[in-house]
């Protein structure tokens, strides 16, 4: 095997890894190799550790350090292994695990710190009775030779089980891998410390097995000599790369099948070109372990042509159904198979692209996107494309320059964005078979604050978070300063939703990113926030420009990030439910309702053009009137019509003019009954911010009109109904004020779309 | 006659999409969805005269359209995609249009 040496800075153990001769460092973990040689080559520290048992309780050293304990002292346990811990202050912190607990408690760590390209970067799965979990997230520093500490920025689960923020990790090295560990310290969040051993496991964080049967006449290429072709970055190890020693390089430690075969063309149909439904049935027929279930494994067929034609080279096939991304494809006489115009070396130009669209295919099955894709579909946290990237899951050809271009800088590995996916984030989203494709493909290295001064809430305004059916979802969103220094925030931060992202996420079904029908552009002004106080917006999340994203039964999350230049905020998830229809005509109106012109009409407070649309509101509010929607829909269907609404026209010979409309009288009226009349309905299904917009708005008016008493009514009813809701005193103040204003025969401007600043 | 292949690429969900050459309605698909996994939606494949033709992609779905001329002798590769906002793109390409 051709082996260069090519940088010598770099630790020997990790040359090793990097010019492909892991099998060494397995052979000394596995105790083949003697100990001199283990001093000499070095030990990593990265790999998988655990609890040795997968149903035994971690090693508690000390849940709190002594000099944190309190005056007199917790009470002390003593658990089986002869180690003492603390019982925490039951008013502080977080219940303390009981022997029951320990027994059915199993825990992970994931520590990436050094070997091929180290993220320093660490993660870890608790797991606590049969039903609790937590996984969690951390970027590391190193603070001593083998010790590592940082802040954990991801949480997914429980988030209740790990109330601590921060990680440190000390890793035991030791020739005999039986013999190393790592000791890891939970601190921070108010909670005790908390301090585990757990014993190591293996070099990979992650083990997954590929099958590759090969339709017979086809050529299979599962490996590729970096020497074969001259266009390659100049530190380029040489080296002979097969697919698994990519995926092991990526965290995952991959084996081949004693499965792998040929399988004959009969499978193929007739005309010898693959179909989706071909290849599945192949897959369950050839795979020797397809299972219709998660596992850690994936098919990979080599066959000739799919029934697209020569355009797919490859394709991950499996993405319908509960079980997907099983299964991929790679077909050989595709574009893959003709080299680059003038390639100097055209035979090692179709392998090397060949070898790509294995390892590309196979990086579907383990829910990556391309490389350009990063920010569409549902990436749980924002991610940005990556169109220039060079990596596995980006095409060669689609970058400035060309396939040529690539390949000069390309190293074979996967981005470090790819490889956080794949070494850390929560199982679930990774392995095959299990989340659905394209549903949380993306896992971004999102850029917490360590200390945030802020946070962001989604709520909403009523006791239980429970819509009736057809009933608009409106949040309030809630940005707090939690420091004890005033801090300065974008006046618009939760405006204009350019800072936000907002998933949503039916229970069994795919996330969505919403997107809202209109983008605003604001000025940027600056508001100071003292410590304790906070803006609140609202979102009208029902529907937006891909569609209605919440108007089925079910449950829902909602989970909202904010992004600010010190770091990404982002909320806890909200959890919503949608009722089932009540009646035949909720149902009947249902097919008219969900439609993009209602939600347009509803999302922009009224057309007078969209006719259908407020058809089918007036539908609602006549067969529906004590349901919640048609709340909403008597504010569409009035609110264009109380104030001067402008239309443009163009008449037969293309001349366009814009003409208002006079005032309705009726439509104030209307207004009225809905704010002033059912000012603590309209509170609960509109929400406090929409409700204050609304009524201040109705106010101003009706006092434009003259009718400064009428106006007071508003206020005074929606005074009412926030006191008796107990919306906060600084809102009930402003509410108060208007009131007092308009009864006194002043005038007050709405503020439109102002944020609502509360304390407390 | 030569082939002029028309790909449907990026941003497709479940969109209506007319596909005119030189005016005339040449493909007419409902529910055409890009399969991510791919960057691609589906491929009208046409045959046309040797010779510059317009070449316009409308979107009922989105209210949208885009038009593009091309000499299908030297590109006759068309790659379509909608952006974020709905907005339609063509790319012209010389050599076959690849999916992975």
Redo the contacts between chains.
């Keep these: 095997m051709p082996h260069e040496r090519t940088n010598p800075a770099r630790p020997f153990a990790e040359d090793l890894v990097s010019n492909g001769l892991e099998e060494m460092i397995v052979a000394i973990e596995s105790g083949r190799l003697p100990g001199q040689l283990v001093q000499r080559v070095g030990l990593l520290a990265s790999g998988l550790y655990a609890s040795t048992d997968p149903l035994a309780p971690p090693s508690l050293v000390a849940e709190t350090p002594l000099s944190e304990g309190v005056a007199g002292g917790w009470p002390r346990v003593r658990l089986g292994d002869g180690l003492a811990r603390r019982v925490a202050d039951p008013a502080t912190a977080a219940p303390a695990p009981s022997p029951i607990d320990f027994a059915l408690m199993r825990e992970e760590l994931r520590l990436d710190v050094d070997g091929a390209f180290p993220l320093m970067v660490a993660s870890g799965t608790l797991y606590r009775h049969l039903t609790t979990r937590v996984h969690w997230i951390a970027n590391l520093r190193a603070v001593g030779p083998v010790t590592w500490a940082g802040t954990i920025w991801y949480k997914d689960g429980n988030a209740a089980a790990l109330p601590q923020t921060n990680v440190s990790i000390t890793a035991h090295l030791n020739a005999f891998p039986t013999q190393r560990s790592a000791t890891v310290t939970f601190s921070g969040g108010g909670a005790p410390n908390r301090v585990v051993v757990l014993k190591y496991v293996s070099t990979t964080s992650r083990s997954c097995e590929f099958e590759y049967d090969t339709v017979q006449g086809t050529n299979a290429v599962t490996s590729f000599n970096t020497a074969t072709h001259p266009n390659r970055p100049a530190a380029l190890p040489i080296e002979n790369l097969t697919i698994e020693r990519i995926y092991r390089r990526a965290g995952i430690q991959a084996t081949v099948s004693p499965g792998s075969g040929t399988i004959p063309i009969a499978g193929a149909g007739v005309d010898l070109k693959w179909s989706d439904a071909e290849m599945h049935d192949a897959m369950q027929t050839a795979w020797s372990h397809f299972a219709n279930k998660p596992q850690w494994a994936a098919w990979a067929l080599f066959a000739a042509e799919h029934e697209t034609g020569p355009s797919l080279g490859g394709i991950m096939f499996d993405s319908s159904g509960t079980t997907q991304r099983q299964g991929c494809a790679i077909f050989e006489n595709s574009f893959i198979n003709t080299p680059p115009p003038g390639d100097p070396n055209a035979a090692a130009a179709v392998e090397r692209i060949k070898f790509w669209t294995a390892v590309h295919e196979i990086g579907h099955t383990f829910n990556l996107a391309h490389s350009w894709q990063k920010s569409l579909g549902v990436p749980w946290i924002p991610l940005l494309n990556d169109p220039e990237a060079r990596s596995f899951m980006n095409y060669p050809y689609r970058v400035a320059g060309g396939a040529t271009a690539f390949f000069a800088n390309f190293e074979y590995r996967f981005t470090d964005q790819e490889l956080l996916f794949l070494r850390h984030a929560p199982a679930r989203l990774v392995e095959q078979g299990n989340a659905t494709w394209f549903d949380h493909h993306g896992f971004e290295q999102a850029h917490v604050a360590a200390e945030p001064s802020l946070t962001i809430t989604a709520r909403v305004n009523r006791a239980r978070p429970e819509f009736e059916f057809l009933e608009p979802v409106v949040i309030e969103l809630k940005l707090k300063n939690i420091s004890t220094e005033p801090q300065i925030v974008d006046r618009n931060l939760l405006r204009g939703l350019e800072n936000l992202t907002v998933i949503t996420k039916k229970q069994g079904s795919p996330a969505q990113q919403f997107a809202p029908f209109a983008h605003y552009c604001y000025l940027n002004g600056r508001q100071v926030l003292t410590p304790g106080e906070s803006v609140c917006q609202s979102l009208f999340l029902s529907v937006g420009n891909s569609g209605w994203h919440l108007a089925e039964p079910g449950r829902y999350l909602v989970q909202v990030a904010l992004h600010r230049d010190s770091g990404d905020l982002i909320s806890e998830p909200l959890m919503l439910r949608i009722a089932p229809p009540t009646g035949y005509s909720e149902e009947y109106l249902a097919q008219d309702f969900f439609t993009d012109e209602v939600g347009r009409v509803l999302s922009f407070d009224g057309s007078r053009t969209l006719g259908e649309a407020n058809d089918t509101l007036r539908d609602v509010v006549g067969q529906l009137p004590s349901r919640r929607v048609a709340t909403h829909a008597k504010i569409a269907l009035a609110c264009p019509e109380s104030y001067r609404f402008k239309s443009l026209s163009i008449d037969s010979s293309g001349k366009k003019s814009i003409a208002d409309t006079a005032v309705q009288p009726r439509a104030l009226e209307e207004l009225a009954v809905v704010l002033r009349d059912n000012a603590l309905e309209a509170a609960e299904t509109l929400g406090h911010v929409d409700t204050k917009y609304y009524s201040d708005l109705l106010a101003q008016r009706l006092a434009d009109a003259g009718q400064h008493a009428e106006a007071a009514k508003v206020e005074s009813a929606v005074l009412g109904a926030f006191e008796k809701r107990k919306v906060r005193a600084a809102i009930v103040s402003d509410v108060r004020g208007r009131r007092d204003a308009y009864q006194k025969g002043k005038s007050v401007r709405a503020n439109a779309g102002e944020l609502e600043s509360e304390v407390g | 006659m030569i082939p002029l292949?028309i790909?449907l690429e990026?941003g497709f969900?479940n969109d209506a999409v007319v596909v005119r050459i030189g005016g005339i309605s040449v493909a007419e698909r409902t529910g055409v969805t890009t399969?991510?996994?791919?960057?691609?939606a589906t491929?009208v494949e046409e045959s046309v005269e040797p010779a510059r033709v317009t070449v316009t992609l409308e979107v009922p779905t989105r209210r949208t359209a885009v038009e593009v001329t091309v000499d299908p002798r030297e590109t006759p590769y068309i790659g379509c995609s909608l952006d974020?906002a709905?907005q339609p793109s063509c790319r012209l390409s010389r050599?076959?249009?690849?999916?992975?």
Excluded: D, P, V
Excluded at chain 2, 35 to 40: A, E, I, N, S, V
Excluded at chain 2, 95 to 100: D, H, N, R, S
């Design positions: 292949h790909h990026e969900a399969r991510t996994q791919l960057g691609l491929i974020a709905g050599e076959i249009l690849g999916y992975a």
